[in-house]
């Protein structure tokens, strides 16, 4: 026994300092500089050379739900972003990954397993020896101790590579909290919207039942004929043909809001049931530059930890090339009596340092290898994309915004001329100056205008909140998501 824990003892001291002095094989994973040209601005930041300049905000200030100024819509995104079950499955991925990354960790230490017994045994008559008793009992105790030495690294590899998995699952919970968001400002807008378009044809249908109650009294007196009843009748029922398609539109966005924040679809009927103005239109946040969307939005974010925990893995896979080495350690006790245990007869002890020669099969290691390579190609090129996609997202919003406002701002005096339009043909008409038929189409006219300039309006609001959404801006309560600065292993 006193030769045994000085062995082991020095056995440990050589083993930490061979794994302190050794290197991880594999590839060193450098922050990832993709093989696309990014270039120093947004081509669609601005609007027309000759538009007017927009206001801005700065995306990184923004708030994103307050800048519509509507309350409701702020309790929703609130809602959906503490009770939405696809964010609850995705923070459930993101505690797994945290246990799984505790669990590689332990790889790092000693395995020390314990174990007791007790075992009473009774012997047939004709096994026993001359004096021996038929009956015995015996007791056992020991504590063991394993560790792999990482001579090659592979253990920190492996522990590199969840810790990057982990940080892609952190970023997929944050990309998903930027869509659930996005999601549910846009289905309420379209919600709103859909609410403006139906009291706009509501409205219109009151006025061309007017008009018809108003022909019906001229056909009466024989100032109108039976083609002038009828075809203001008939715009009449045109008008009404478009509000049960409205109302459900409204029922079915009202659904999806609900199922956004986590409940049954029916829950917000009471909350959205009511008609309300359209939020307000924000201001068109600055898009900065590339690198620093780049660096603020989370799928990318995901993207790249991916690509380090792909690299990680060919290291992982090259260090099967070398001899694993494991030492341990035995302390145990065997005794006829429990109150024997751990004397000086009755203990045992051992001490092994062993080698793994798996790494012999060189055909099946070098095959991991070019397995766990191609990965890494694979996460790679899938990075890359990624940046595409954002870059080409982004740059899609912001012409869309900017071009809407300027179709908003044509539209809306298209309306308002349209109006003044209809009402003079009233007024004329009832003067005898104008026939029935420029009435009718003043109005038609009118509704047509009316409905394009709301639509206008929800397109503008949508494609605010899509810019937002591409530059991730105004989404996370503690601060705008950074790039993945990768420093382990």
């Known amino acids: ?11 440990m001291t050589l083993a930490c300092s061979m794994a302190l002095s050794g290197c991880a094989v594999g590839p060193d994973f450098k922050s990832a500089v993709p093989a696309v040209q990014t270039p120093a601005q ?31 819509l702020t309790t929703l995104v609130r809602q959906a972003l503490g009770g939405n079950h696809d964010l609850g499955a995705a923070l459930a991925r993101l505690q797994a990954a945290d246990a799984v990354l505790n669990e590689a960790q332990m790889d790092r230490y000693p395995t020390v397993t314990m174990n007791a017994g007790a075992t009473q045994q009774k012997q047939s008559q004709d096994q026993l020896n001359p004096g021996q008793p038929r009956s015995t009992r015996s007791y056992n105790a020991g504590i063991a101790a ?11 590899r492996a522990v590199e590579a969840q810790q990057a998995q982990r940080l892609a699952t952190h970023a997929d919970l944050a990309a998903l909290q930027v869509v659930i968001a996005a999601q549910v400002a846009d289905s309420y807008a379209q919600l709103r919207g859909t609410q403006l378009r139906l009291q706009i044809a509501q409205a219109n249908a009151r006025n061309q039942r007017d008009t018809l109650q108003l ?3 001229r056909l009466q007196a024989g100032m109108a004929t039976d083609l002038d009843a009828s075809r203001a009748r008939a715009l009449l029922l045109g008008s009404e043909a478009r509000i049960p398609n409205l109302q459900a539109q409204a029922a079915v966005l009202q659904h999806r809001l609900a199922v956004l924040a986590g409940l049954p679809p029916g829950d917000l009927i009471d909350m959205l049931g009511s008609a309300q103005e359209l939020p307000r239109l924000p201001a068109v946040p600055r898009a900065d530059t590339p690198g620093e969307l780049l660096r603020r939005r989370p799928d990318i974010a995901a993207a790249e930890a991916r690509l380090h925990a792909a690299t990680a893995r060919v290291g992982v896979a090259t260090a099967d090339l070398f001899p694993r080495l494991s030492i341990g350690g035995l302390l145990g006790s065997f005794a006829l009596g429990g109150n024997d245990l751990f004397k000086g007869s009755t203990t045992t002890s051992s001490v092994f340092l062993g080698v793994d020669w798996s790494f012999l099969d060189v055909g099946r290691v070098r095959a991991r290898i070019a397995a766990s390579e191609a990965g890494a190609a694979e996460s790679l090129a899938q990075y890359q994309q990624s940046v595409l996609q954002a870059l080409e997202e982004t740059e899609n919003a912001l012409v869309r915004a900017n071009r809407s406002r300027e179709e908003l701002q044509v539209l809306t005096s298209a309306t308002q001329q ?7 043909a009233q007024r004329m008409y009832q003067g005898g100056t104008i026939g029935l038929y420029e009435v009718l189409d003043a109005q038609r006219e009118q509704l047509a205008a009316q409905d394009a300039s709301s639509q206008s309006q929800v397109e503008a609001l949508r494609n605010s909140i899509a810019v937002y959404k591409a530059l991730a801006g105004g989404w996370l309560a503690g601060g705008e998501m950074r790039g993945v600065g990768y420093s382990e292993g």
Do not use: C, I, N
Not at 418 to 424: G, P, T
């Open 1 to 11: 026994m006193s030769m045994v824990k000085p062995l082991l003892l020095s056995s």
């Open 42 to 72: 947004f081509a669609r930041q601005d609007a027309r050379a000759d538009a007017p300049p927009l206001p801005s905000v700065d995306v990184r200030d923004a708030a994103f739900w307050r800048e519509f100024g509507d309350d409701t």
């Open 146 to 156: 394993q560790w792999e030495v990482d001579l090659f690294g592979g253990v920190r």
């Open 215 to 217: 022909v019906e009294r």
């Open 418 to 424: 349209r109006d003044k339009a209809s009402k003079l």
